[in-house]
């Protein structure tokens, strides 16, 4: 089979879209099958391959003691997948993306050169569309995965969070008239183009039950063309080495106490303030020393690291930036708890990677979370709309029960074994078969209008 994977960002970019692309390219390319990714270029130089160059790896900083401190090497770069770069309009967004231009020629031009048997992709906007054209013009089937609630990353937008912040005023005739055109977007507006964009594709994909059921309920997408199919996770997710985990316990001076780790980019979507005002928490409660390893980079991080001061938790929280994706299995591992207060996620591929680690996860039940977390089973959960201290006593439970810590970490792992990459690609291919076949029987069905709607 040959493939075209379409997608806005990729890296240098690093996030969950790329990361569940690139392992699902080099799994279908594992797997013997012909994959491309069309991706957009960035200023940054990339390489087909993970970057492992030592800026990338945590450096001694003047908050963490140097002594007893040993770089983490980074590992085996993974086999190249051919990408596609298209041409991006220079101005960056939140977060460090930049956006494809989906009238770039070119894109056309590779297409057309190169065969495909179907196309798979990961946004419904800008390459997206590029993908939709491409499918009615070429006659080849499209199928869509459903990343990102687009109605809640509205709040990455600086207006966006003023409304939000001033939802209890009454305000002005204007504010009130911006709170209400923000409710038509969330409510109306996405959902009716994502209803439309799904006409174009012969199948979904769907990465957890609640986000299928938004699909089907909130977006009304045909049930019987949507599939669940999870983003993966590398067999190396499961192989942390014990010397490295030990050098990071050592590191942070937690042989002996409370290590919590929490994965994810620096922006307002993710909810680190609210994860950092439930640490605060923590300490207060729990009165003795603990650490708390923030990976990750993005546009909020240094309003993050102020907030950090603000609360008295420099000697408890660091910031250790992006790493390597490779580079994370240890730092999974070494952790007592993997400790998350996003409400945003469709899956959150860094629950199952902690879950590998045989870490239990403690986090509010938000999207995509309560999909992967079952509370008292391989984690504990904490409502979403319950306050910062009431998540900060559910991370004390789980530390003051050594008996419970145990039971959730052997659930943790059997729970990761259902996300193995193998498995996924696996499904990925049956699903494509499927969608092939569906799709020449719907171009032969006289009347046929699934195909008739154009962005």
Same mark, same amino acid.
């Given at each position: 089979?040959?493939?075209?994977?379409m997608?806005?960002? =990729?890296?240098?970019?690093?996030?969950g879209v790329p990361?569940?692309v690139?392992l699902?390219?080099?799994?279908l390319q594992?797997?013997g099958?012909?994959?491309?990714v /069309?991706a957009?270029?960035? %200023?940054?130089?990339? &390489?087909n391959t993970v970057?492992?160059?030592?800026e990338?790896?945590?450096q %001694?900083?003047?908050?963490?003691? @140097?002594?007893?401190?040993?770089?983490?090497p980074?590992?085996?770069?993974?086999?190249?997948?051919?990408?596609?770069?298209?041409?991006a /309009? @220079?101005?960056?967004f939140?977060?460090?993306?930049? #956006?494809?231009n989906?009238?770039?020629?070119?894109?056309?031009?590779? /297409?057309?050169r190169?065969?495909y048997?179907l196309i798979? #992709?990961?946004? %419904?906007?800008?390459?997206?569309?590029t993908?939709v054209?491409?499918s009615?013009?070429? $006659? #080849?089937?499209l #199928?869509?995965?459903?990343?990102?609630?687009y &109605?809640?990353y509205l709040?990455?937008?600086k207006?966006v969070?003023?409304?939000?912040?001033n939802?209890?005023?009454t305000?002005?005739?204007? +504010?009130?008239?911006?709170?209400?055109?923000?409710?038509?977007?969330?409510?109306?507006?996405?959902? +009716?183009?994502?209803?439309?964009? +799904?006409?174009?594709?012969?199948?979904?994909?769907a990465p957890?039950?609640?986000?299928?059921? =938004?699909l089907t *309920?909130t977006?009304g !997408?045909? %049930?019987d063309?949507?599939?669940?199919?999870p983003?993966?996770i590398?067999d190396?997710?499961f192989?942390?080495d014990?010397?490295?985990?030990r050098?990071?316990?050592?590191?942070?001076?937690?042989?002996k106490?409370?290590?919590f780790?929490?994965?994810?980019?620096?922006?307002? *979507?993710?909810?680190?303030?609210?994860?950092?005002?439930?640490a605060?928490?923590f300490k207060?409660l !729990?009165?003795?020393?603990f650490?708390?390893?923030?990976?990750?980079? $993005?546009?909020?991080?240094t309003e =993050?690291?102020?907030?950090?001061?603000r609360l008295?938790?420099?000697? &408890?929280?660091?910031?250790l930036?992006?790493l390597?994706?490779?580079?994370?299995?240890?730092?999974y591992a070494a952790?007592?708890?993997?400790?998350?207060?996003?409400?945003? &996620?469709?899956q959150?591929?860094?629950?199952?990677?902690a879950?590998?680690?045989?870490?239990?996860?403690?986090?509010?039940a938000?999207?995509?979370?309560?999909d992967?977390v079952?509370?008292?089973?391989?984690?504990?959960?904490?409502?979403?709309?319950?306050s910062?201290?009431?998540l900060?006593?559910?991370?004390l /439970?789980f530390t003051e029960?050594?008996?419970?810590?145990?039971?959730?970490?052997a659930?943790?792992?059997?729970?990761?074994?259902d996300?193995?990459?193998e498995?996924v690609v696996?499904k990925a291919?049956?699903?494509?078969?499927?969608?092939?076949?569906? =799709?020449?029987?719907?171009?032969?069905r006289?009347?046929a209008?699934?195909?008739?709607?154009t962005?």
């Amino acid at each position: 089979m040959n493939i075209a994977l379409m997608t806005n960002n =990729y890296k240098p970019f690093v996030g969950g879209v790329p990361i569940s692309v690139e392992l699902l390219a080099q799994g279908l390319q594992a797997a013997g099958h012909r994959v491309t990714v /069309f991706a957009p270029e960035y %200023p940054e130089k990339y &390489e087909n391959t993970v970057p492992t160059h030592p800026e990338n790896c945590p450096q %001694p900083s003047p908050d963490i003691p @140097a002594a007893g401190y040993s770089r983490i090497p980074a590992s085996t770069p993974a086999p190249a997948v051919p990408v596609f770069r298209c041409a991006a /309009f @220079a101005r960056r967004f939140p977060g460090g993306t930049v #956006v494809p231009n989906p009238l770039d020629p070119r894109i056309e031009e590779a /297409f057309a050169r190169g065969g495909y048997d179907l196309i798979h #992709v990961h946004h %419904p906007v800008v390459l997206g569309n590029t993908a939709v054209s491409l499918s009615r013009k070429y $006659g #080849v089937p499209l #199928v869509f995965t459903y990343h990102t609630r687009y &109605e809640q990353y509205l709040c990455s937008f600086k207006s966006v969070r003023r409304l939000e912040r001033n939802a209890g005023e009454t305000g002005s005739f204007r +504010l009130r008239m911006e709170r209400t055109a923000l409710s038509g977007i969330r409510d109306g507006i996405v959902p +009716l183009y994502l209803h439309l964009f +799904l006409q174009n594709c012969c199948q979904v994909f769907a990465p957890t039950g609640g986000i299928r059921n =938004y699909l089907t *309920e909130t977006c009304g !997408y045909d %049930p019987d063309r949507v599939a669940l199919l999870p983003t993966g996770i590398e067999d190396a997710c499961f192989q942390a080495d014990a010397e490295m985990v030990r050098q990071i316990r050592k590191r942070f001076r937690a042989e002996k106490i409370p290590l919590f780790l929490s994965v994810s980019r620096m922006a307002h *979507e993710k909810n680190i303030p609210f994860l950092l005002r439930s640490a605060a928490c923590f300490k207060e409660l !729990y009165a003795r020393p603990f650490r708390l390893l923030l990976i990750g980079d $993005g546009p909020d991080r240094t309003e =993050y690291e102020a907030l950090r001061s603000r609360l008295g938790l420099t000697q &408890e929280v660091f910031f250790l930036g992006q790493l390597p994706h490779r580079d994370l299995t240890p730092y999974y591992a070494a952790a007592d708890a993997f400790f998350f207060a996003s409400r945003t &996620e469709t899956q959150g591929i860094v629950i199952p990677e902690a879950f590998a680690g045989g870490t239990p996860v403690v986090a509010l039940a938000g999207s995509g979370v309560r999909d992967l977390v079952t509370d008292g089973v391989n984690g504990l959960l904490c409502a979403e709309t319950e306050s910062e201290e009431a998540l900060a006593r559910r991370l004390l /439970f789980f530390t003051e029960h050594p008996r419970l810590q145990e039971r959730l970490r052997a659930q943790a792992r059997r729970t990761a074994e259902d996300f193995r990459e193998e498995a996924v690609v696996r499904k990925a291919i049956r699903l494509y078969n499927k969608s092939i076949a569906q =799709y020449r029987r719907e171009r032969t069905r006289p009347g046929a209008g699934v195909w008739e709607f154009t962005l």
